[in-house]
């Protein structure tokens, strides 16, 4: 059996991978291994503390154990620009999920209009109502239930790590503080500076850096400088704290609006996103990916025989 590497060139968005046969001693004998560039697509209705949670899956449809992540939405909770950002990531070698954050409030399976002409029904203004009515605890109760899921996944290695977008972004931050979570990449975290999160608005999520300190959990914090969310004085304040508490981060601002990485609407910049899908990559499989089980499928190995 011989190992001939037969891999597309690629970028951050690529499709399938299509094998070409290889020629041995003058015959062609190829055994296609799927890429893991292909995914498919599923959802679980997972138990929590204030219900079910819609929670959808997004895998490599090549055979193996991947590491994992927990993908957090904005407060549109799981729409389509949402699930092709997950796609992006599994498409690199990540068994991803992404739970629906307001599952106690709407029905399972909804996704809020970001150009809705009644935002205070399923758009904007519900998105954000939400946001400070759901209790904290139970954001928390929430992100447990799917790291521990994921870990347990019969696809995933159990080696797990959490991203998110806005509201997603914060949610990341305090999902880095469970157990096994090695890494997070926040994007433009809001209501972090102001601990305006959930029900009461008084979270303490910058009281607890500590704990990310202490578990050298590597969070890498990226940041739109034209983003009215999170203005300078905020993203000073969260730096401070971060330096001060001697956290594992790296810290990223771009000239972009809030929601750059949002492929519909004006304020999307493909370059950054491309930039900024390639780091959270190269994070992931620095922090998560020591142990794959199939890493000819990663890159698209055919055997020979």
Known sequence: MRLTSARASSNLFAGPISAKPVRLSGRSRVRHVTSAHTVSHSYVDLDTPTGKMRTYVIKPTAPGKYPGIVLFSEIFQVTAPIKRSAQTMAGHGFVVIVPEIYHEYEELGKAFLYDSPNPAVDGVDRGNQLKTTKPISAYDSDSKAAVEFLQRHADCTGHVGVMGFCIGGHLAFRAAMNKGVTAAACFYATDLHKGGLGQGMNDDSIARINELAADGTEMCMIWGRQDPHVPLDGRARIYAELATRRANY????????????????????????????????????RKLARCWLAPYSLCGWLLAE
């Open 250 to 285: 790296t810290w990223h601002e771009f000239n972009g609006q809030h929601a750059f990485m949002r492929d519909e609407g004006h304020r999307y910049d493909p370059e950054l996103a491309s930039m900024c899908y390639k780091m959270c990559v190269d994070l992931f499989r």
